[in-house]
C-alpha cells in the first residue's frame, strides 16, 4: 500500500484518540472478516457485534484512512442519484425498500453518537443551495419526492430565506433538511472503532488484505497474518486498488479536495451561516460547506477523475470559496488536502455477494455518510439470514465505464465538464 498514514488535514490535526493499533502477525479466526475501517467497515462490525458475531476488521492504513476521514462531514440524506432515479432502475418492491433505507442512515449516527458517547461535533441542519429557477423546480420535486416517502423535515427557502441562513449573494433560494447535519467526520470513525473494541471486536492497522482464499470458510491474507472467517466484507471502496478485478472494473476512484480556514471570529462566522448548518450547492460539479467547532470554514469541491493528489489544492478550491463568500479574501487556509470517493457509472452504490460468503458494499459516488451507516446495517441483516434489503440493493444495474480502464477517466471528465456547463448556463 502506498499510504499507512493520515493526510495532513484538519481532521488528523484534531482527531480525539491517536490510538496505534497493532499489525496483524497471526493466524486468526473470526465469524465474520471486514476488509476496512471506514464507516461501511465499521458500521458493517458494530452492527454484527451487537448481534453477537465475532469481527475482526483489517484496515490497510489506520481507522478512518480513507474518505471516511476526510470528507466534507455533511450527513445527507438519500443517496447520490435520488429516489426517482432508483424507482426507474429497480423494481416496484425494492425501490420501495431502497428509498425507506434513504432516510435511516442520519438516525443510525445520531444513535450511535448518542449510544456509544461519540465526541465528534454533531449539529443538525443542512441546506441544498440553488442557483437558478430550474434549480428550485428540482429541489420543489424533491421536496415532494422525500414527502411521498414519509419524510416530513424539508424547508423550501425563497432568496431572502436562504440569505437568513448563508451570507451569500449567490442563490436563488434552496431547501433546509432539518435532519440533514454535520460531523468531524474522523472523530465519527475513530469513535466507530472504540465502539467496536469495546463489544470485543478486533481493528488490525497497517494490514492491508492482499488475497482472498474463496471457499466454505475463507482465507484473508495479509503480509504476516490470515484470517480465517465464515464470511468476508469488502468494504475498501475508492482505496481498494485491485483485489477484486470484476469490483473495479464497474467503478471509478475519483479525488474531491477540502481546505479549511484559519479560526475566523466568532462576528464572522456567525454571520456567514448563523443557524451554524451546512450547506451543498445543486451543481453536478458541486461545492459544500460548514463550519467547523472552533469556527473555520471547511468548503470543499472539484473532482479529479482517476483519483490523482492534484498539486495546488488550494488554487482549486479558494476561487470558489471567495465566490461564494467574498467577505473572506483575507482569510488564509491553514489546511487543505485529497481525498477519493469511488463513482460508479449509475452513482448508485454496487451492492452484493461474491459466491455465497464474501460480501460487498461501495461506490456511493461522493455521498455516503449516511448511506455507509445503512449499509452496515444491512449488511449485518443479511448475514444472519434477513437478506431481503441487501438483496433489493444487490439487485440496482450496474455496468462497466465506456471504454474500459483506459478510457474511463477521459470519457466521465468529458461527461462532467458537460453537466459542469450546463450548470454554468443554467440549461
Ligand atoms: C473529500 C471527500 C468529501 C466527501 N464529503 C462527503 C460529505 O460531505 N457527505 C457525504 O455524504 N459523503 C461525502 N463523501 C463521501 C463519503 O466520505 C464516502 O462515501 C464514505 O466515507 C465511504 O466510506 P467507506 O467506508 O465505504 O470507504 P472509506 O472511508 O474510503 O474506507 C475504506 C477503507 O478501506 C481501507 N482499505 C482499502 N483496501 C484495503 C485492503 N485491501 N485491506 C485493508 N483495508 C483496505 C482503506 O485504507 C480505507 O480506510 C466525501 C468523500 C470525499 C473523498
Redesign the pocket.
Known sequence: ?PHNNYPASYYAATANAKVVRQELQENKQADVCV????????STALFLLEKGFSVII???????????????????NSYSRDLDSIERSASASAAKLIGDMAFEGGRIIRERVARYGIQCDLKDGGVFAAFNQKQMHHLEAQKALWERYGYPHLELLDKQGIQRVVASESYAGGMLDKQGGHIH?LNL?LGEAEAVESLGGSIFEQ????RIEYGDAPLVHTPKGTVRARFVVV???????N?IPELAAKSMPC????VATEPLDDELANSLLPQDYCV?DCNYLLD?YRLSADKRLIY?GGVVYGARDPADIESIIRPNMLKTFPQLEKVKIDFAW?????LTLSRLPQVGRLGSNIYY??G?S???????HVAGKVIAEALSGQAERFDALASLPHYPFPGGQRFQVPLSALGAMYYNLRDRLGF
Do not use: D, W
Not at 35 to 41: E, F, L, R, V
Not at 235 to 241: C, I, M, R, S
Not at 255 to 258: E, I
Not at 338 to 342: P, R, V
Open positions: 500500500m476488509i476496512g475501517a471506514g464507516y461501511t467497515g465499521l483489517l484496515e490497510a492504513a489506520k481507522v478512518g484512512f480513507g474518505a471516511s476521514g476526510r470528507n466534507g462531514g455533511q450527513i445527507v467526520p470513525a494490514s492491508p488484505a492482499l468494504a475498501g471502496n475508492a482505496y481498494l486498488g483485489l479525488g474531491t479536495q477540502v451543498e459544500y470543499g485529497t481525498g477519493n470517493f469511488l458494499s461501495q456511493c461522493g455521498h455516503g455518510v449516511t448511506y455507509t
